[in-house]
Nanobody, 118 residues
Framework: QVQLAESGGGLVEAGGSLRLSCAVS????????MGWYRQAPGKQRELVAL???????KYADSVQGRFTISRDNNKNTVYLQMNSLKPEDTAVYYC????????????WGQGTQVTVSS
């Protein structure tokens, strides 16, 4: 029903920036909470950031102050602005749509690779 397409990943040097985008089709975007997760090799998938339908945000401690999640309801798109990137940020980043901040998952994107070189 709901389809997600991530983009914006790539290779960046430590200290650099990237902006990830997740375009959502299907459903009613403005009603959903959105999230960004990441999974590094050999590690569990972890929550990076959440944004509610009303724009309330939550961040993992590891990215607080460096990453910003935002949404554009006119474009049905959620963004993750990543600044001051560190090698430990290297992971596949996944977009997630859910019924609410702590509600059930509705869909996942296929992921976009972010590689931060040192």
């Amino acid at each position: 029903q709901v389809q997600l397409a991530e983009s914006g990943g790539g290779l960046v040097e430590a200290g650099g920036s990237l902006r990830l985008s997740c375009a959502v089709s299907g459903g009613i975007f403005m009603l959903y909470a959105m999230g960004w997760y990441r999974q590094a090799p050999g590690k569990q998938r972890e929550l990076v950031a959440l944004i509610s339908s009303g724009g309330i945000t939550k961040y993992a401690d590891s990215v607080q102050g460096r990453f910003t999640i935002s949404r554009d309801n006119n474009k049905n798109t959620v963004y993750l602005q990543m600044n001051s990137l560190k090698p430990e940020d290297t992971a596949v980043y996944y977009c997630n749509v859910r019924r609410s901040m702590y509600g059930v998952d509705i869909g996942w994107g296929q992921g976009t690779q972010v590689t931060v070189s040192s």
